[in-house]
């Protein structure tokens, strides 16, 4: 059981646009701690993809973005493509836990 | 280019001890906090531990703390995992990852701007 609850999975068309819900606790999202999130495809390396809730690193594309609100933050990734078929984590700090938390992982599937 | 190049994986039996290393270049090693993160088999992946850049700051999951011992070596650029008392659990696929600031611990909350390809622990 994770700290960080993602759906397990989403799906959409080419060009379509998806959202990746992350929900956390009055202990982590929810006391103002900032949401990362990466992509992850088996057997490789994860890449971040979102910074402090928002922020994109050089190199990520502009039809990825990310938000936050409340205890919940959310990944869009508009104009879809084959290439972003993966796992999809978010990622925060515990104040309980003192330790950095993950979400169980969405697996994106483009139609 | 920041690279990072895990190593020590294995297959061992349960209560025996595995060591993992991770050789880090393409950025100053001695200015980060460094994490190891794992992925069991069909599962997500799990935050293991911590360590500041002069390793005065070291945290662990509570699945592992007790057990696994995280430090690192400024001079030779390389990060460690003693991993101790090893249960069937412990099967993963372990990351070394940098990460953004030089500082870790209660409310420090990094993100992972470079990660390895893991190295593989089978405890059977």
């Known amino acids: 059981q994770s700290v960080l609850t993602q759906p397990p999975s989403v799906s959409g068309a080419p060009g379509q646009r998806v959202t990746i819900s992350c929900t956390g606790t009055s202990s982590n999202i929810g006391t103002g701690f900032d949401v990362h999130w990466y992509q992850h495809l088996p057997g490789t390396a994860p890449k971040l993809l979102i910074y402090?809730?928002?922020r994109r690193p050089s190199g990520v594309p502009d039809r990825i973005s990310g938000s936050k609100s409340g205890t919940s933050a959310y990944l869009a990734i508009t104009g879809l493509q084959a290439e972003d078929e993966a796992d999809y984590y978010c990622?925060?700090?515990?104040?309980?836990?003192?330790?950095?938390?993950f979400g169980g992982g969405t697996k994106l599937t483009v139609l | 280019e920041m690279q990072l190049v895990e190593s020590g994986g294995g297959l061992v039996q349960p209560g025996r001890s595995l060591r993992l290393s991770c050789a880090a270049s393409g950025f100053i090693f001695e200015d980060y906090a460094m994490h190891w993160v794992r992925q069991a088999p069909g599962k997500g992946l799990e935050w293991v531990s911590g360590i500041s850049w002069k390793s005065g700051s070291i945290g662990y999951a509570d699945s592992v703390k007790g057990r696994f011992t995280i430090s690192r070596d400024n001079a030779k650029n390389f990060l460690y995992l003693e991993m101790n008392s090893l249960r069937v659990e412990d099967t993963a696929l372990y990351f070394c990852s940098k990460s953004s600031s030089g500082s870790f611990g209660a409310g420090i909350n990094n993100w992972f701007n470079a990660w390895g390809q893991g190295t593989l622990v089978t405890v059977s």
């Open positions: 990622q925060s700090h515990d104040s309980g836990l003192r330790g950095s938390v």
């Open positions: 402090d809730n928002s």
